[in-house]
């Protein structure tokens, strides 16, 4: 199953349902992947990520 994109957050999800915002939003065009480990980090917070985890760097 391709992975889809969150279209309010951003974060990438296998499922229907956003983990992060429990969006159903959710779309298959998107590219880029930022990768966040550390929400603390300056990439976190310049993309305005506040939860680990895999997302778009696009969303469509």
Same mark, same amino acid.
Not at 4 to 20: D, F, Q, S, T
Not at 34 to 49: D, P, Q, R, T
């Given at each position: 199953?391709?992975?889809?994109?969150?279209?309010?957050?951003?974060? =990438? /999800?296998?499922?229907?349902?956003?983990?992060?915002? %429990?969006?159903?939003?959710? *779309?298959?065009?998107?590219?880029?992947?930022? =990768? /966040?480990?550390?929400?603390?980090?300056?990439?976190? %917070?310049?993309?305005?990520? *506040?939860?680990?985890?895999?997302?778009?760097?696009? /969303?469509?």
């Amino acid at each position: 199953m391709a992975e889809k994109a969150c279209k309010k957050c951003r974060r =990438l /999800v296998k499922g229907n349902i956003c983990p992060v915002c %429990k969006s159903t939003e959710l *779309t298959r065009s998107w590219r880029g992947i930022i =990768l /966040v480990l550390n929400s603390e980090s300056e990439i976190a %917070k310049e993309a305005g990520i *506040t939860t680990p985890g895999k997302y778009a760097s696009r /969303v469509k």
